[in-house]
């Protein structure tokens, strides 16, 4: 009979790969050192397969198709960020799980070749880290509405269950994602820390259902909705009492790292927390909204420039040019040249960016906004020669 052997939750912000020089590298440090400690979790629980449940950051998914639910299920997992890039093997258990969630209900997306982003890179560096442990990738939307709700994401981890028990493999499940962060947008410099200490003794004391019960617009409001892989992992472990390994709060996100099995803890390290959190309720999405179809062009050249360096240099010699390439009107061909301007610090100004005012996906604009500027002091090196 299988059976889950260990369950984890981490965090895989980008900055644990580029360590830029905003962030406390000591905060980092923690972070990856708490990952690495669940990684000797894998090597005493003796996992056959990882099931890793992550999310994508506008990187292998956008406008063209966005599952809610998918599973690579080729020859290997892979995953590429920052310069890195890793190709894991894929376990049969993911075609195995295809066929029977499917049966369970639920219309698997299926993938042989997407190459995931940071979400599961981190994973693989830090957790699983050169470990024999083949993979299942498994993919949630969690950043272009409609979302599943938590309650869904619940009811497929329960469906993983039942198939891993109904198997005879060992398995890990490691979800990547959270805590509180809004990237792209005004608020990325105020993360909800004290929702994240209210979520996180919750969770030490096993009582997932605070957190299910929230609606996506409410984990929008506190910049959680990447924790909809977490949902998937506590439909699949019940309700587990939790270890908490490490909690930093940068200024921009809240890192948290916590196994659920085996819990190692003498118990919980926060105080009793209240049954319910109380939101503002201000309706509907307030930062990551479904793009509106009027803006398709602007936030697929934000999507492109990302993936070309050719187009990035054009942007560079003609802005104008491009824009009409892409038909962008006369303010979004301006708005998108503000990807140049390197004095608009977008991450701590409280202000929306230009290109998130014209209708671009806040996470994307910051996504494009990072490589175009590396673009930049690429080409600014290049010039010094």
Not at 46 to 61: M, N, Q, R, Y
Not at 82 to 92: K, Q
């Amino acid at each position: 009979m299988g059976k889950i052997v260990a369950a984890m939750a981490t965090v895989h912000a980008p900055q644990l790969f580029t360590r830029p020089p905003t962030e406390d590298p000591a905060q980092l440090d923690a972070d990856i050192a708490a990952m690495r400690e669940l990684g000797k979790t894998l090597d005493e629980t003796k996992p056959d397969v990882a099931i890793v449940i992550g999310s994508d950051h506008l990187e292998t998914f956008f406008l063209s198709a966005v599952p809610t639910f998918a599973i690579v299920a080729g020859k290997t997992a892979q995953a590429s960020f920052a310069g890195r890039d890793y190709e894991l093997p894929t376990h049969p258990l993911a075609e195995e799980l295809l066929d029977k969630l499917v049966d369970a209900g639920f219309d698997m997306t299926y993938s042989q070749d997407a190459v995931m982003g940071h979400s599961f890179a981190a994973v693989y560096e830090w957790v699983i880290e050169g470990r024999s442990i083949p993979v299942v990738p498994l993919f949630v939307n969690t950043y272009l509405p409609p979302l599943p709700k938590a309650r869904r994401c619940e009811a497929l981890g329960k469906a993983i269950r039942e198939v891993v028990e109904n198997g005879n493999d060992r398995v890990a499940i490691i979800a990547s994602g959270g805590m509180s962060h809004y990237p792209g947008t005004w608020k990325y410099p105020q993360p909800a820390f004290d929702f994240d200490w209210w979520a996180i003794a919750q969770m030490e004391r096993g009582n997932p259902g605070a957190l299910l019960d929230l609606t996506n617009e409410q984990l929008d409001e506190v910049g959680n909705t990447e924790m909809l892989p977490w949902m998937v992992l506590f439909g699949a472990i019940g309700n587990q009492p939790g270890e908490l390994l490490t909690y930093q709060p940068t200024w921009h996100h809240g890192h948290a790292v916590m196994r659920f099995i085996p819990n190692g803890s003498a118990g919980p390290s926060t105080p009793e927390p209240a049954p319910k959190w109380k939101f503002e309720d201000a309706g509907g999405y307030q930062f990551y909204k479904h793009p509106d179809p009027a803006v398709y062009r602007l936030n697929k050249v934000i999507f492109d420039l990302r993936h070309s360096q050719p187009l990035r240099r054009r942007l560079f010699e003609d802005t104008a040019g491009l824009g009409a390439e892409y038909s962008l009107t006369a303010t979004e061909t301006e708005a998108l040249g503000r990807l140049k301007d390197e004095s608009i610090d977008v991450l701590r100004s409280l202000k929306s960016h230009p290109l998130v005012e014209a209708g671009a996906h806040p996470l994307g604009m910051l996504m494009a906004l990072v490589i175009v500027q590396a673009e930049q002091r690429r080409m600014k090196r290049e010039a010094a020669k």
